[in-house]
């Protein structure tokens, strides 16, 4: 089932779409039965992360189109802004 960005922020006004967006990192590590991705793209210093059941080929170097909204993870007793991506999409 195909999703659809615009019908997904017209539910949701936190959401966040962003197109043509240049992957310059991406991360994969196994979370128990989950594997956890962490992106970082072109000219953003916070990490676009999501979970997935299983590991996809290297996103390095691809444009995406991500669907996404802002959240705060705490590690250490620090905040952190992290973006959580509820779509993802080679554009």
């Given amino acids: ?3 659809d960005p615009k019908k997904l922020i017209d539910k949701n006004q936190n959401l ?3 197109e043509m ?3 310059v990192s991406h991360v994969q590590r196994d979370q128990g039965e989950w594997v956890l991705h962490t992106v970082m793209v072109e000219d953003c210093d ?3 992360k999501f979970k997935r059941k ?3 080929q290297s996103l390095k170097g691809a444009r995406v189109n991500m669907t ?3 959240e705060t993870e705490k590690v250490a007793g620090m905040d952190f802004e992290i ?3 509820v779509r993802i999409k080679r554009g």
Avoid: A, E, L
């Fill in 83 to 85: 973006m959580k991506v």
């Fill in 54 to 56: 299983g590991k996809y």
């Fill in 16 to 18: 966040i779409h962003s």
């Fill in 46 to 48: 916070v990490p676009f």
């Fill in 1 to 3: 089932m195909k999703s």
């Fill in 21 to 23: 967006m240049k992957v």
């Fill in 68 to 70: 996404y909204y802002p």
